[in-house]
């Protein structure tokens, strides 16, 4: 991130001193946060993500409830319930617990590392689209992280527009 933060000052330094010889330069700003948020295929694969966990957080849905099933039933019958049968239900109740937190974790891990495959193809479209705006519009810098950017530099509109058009 310091890296970053050093190209992005050390570009700066440059465009500014351009603009002492005469030169106009054109910064733009783009608010990725906004077009993994807004743009038409950040919204398209986070739907296709939904759809394809679905079945899995279904299935820990019904373990989760259960578990909750067992633990309520447990709770009302543990004063009647024989030694044994007690046990062998909080064996039960032990087993789906870990099952659940066995499948929550599973689809924890497989959900990230899709969800980080799709905002990387998305990525790669958006900067796709950002250096062609930056070149039809003559830009000599655009940069995704600032602190403060003004409106007027912000180009975050046209690059969600530009996915939207593909």
Request: glycine share 4%; proline share 1%; aromatic share 4%.
């Amino acid at each position: 991130m310091d890296w970053r933060k050093a190209m992005v000052g050390a570009a700066l330094a440059m465009a500014f001193a351009g603009t002492a010889a005469g030169a106009e330069v054109r910064i733009g700003f783009v608010n990725t946060e906004r077009v993994f948020r807004e743009a038409a295929p950040a919204r398209r694969a986070q739907q296709k993500l939904e759809r394809e966990f679905s079945v899995r957080n279904a299935e820990l849905a019904k373990l989760e409830k259960q578990g909750r099933d067992l633990q309520a039933e447990l709770e009302k019958d543990s004063v009647t319930l024989p030694e044994a049968a007690r046990r062998e239900k909080e064996r039960n109740l032990a087993d789906v617990s870990r099952n659940f937190q066995r499948l929550q974790r599973e689809i924890r891990e497989d959900l990230n590392l899709r969800r980080n495959e799709e905002l990387a193809q998305v990525q790669e479209r958006a900067t796709r689209a950002i250096n062609q705006i930056a070149e039809a519009e003559k830009f000599d810098l655009v940069v995704q992280e600032a602190v403060f950017a003004s409106s007027r530099i912000d180009i975050t509109d046209k690059v969600i527009k530009a996915l939207a058009d593909k």
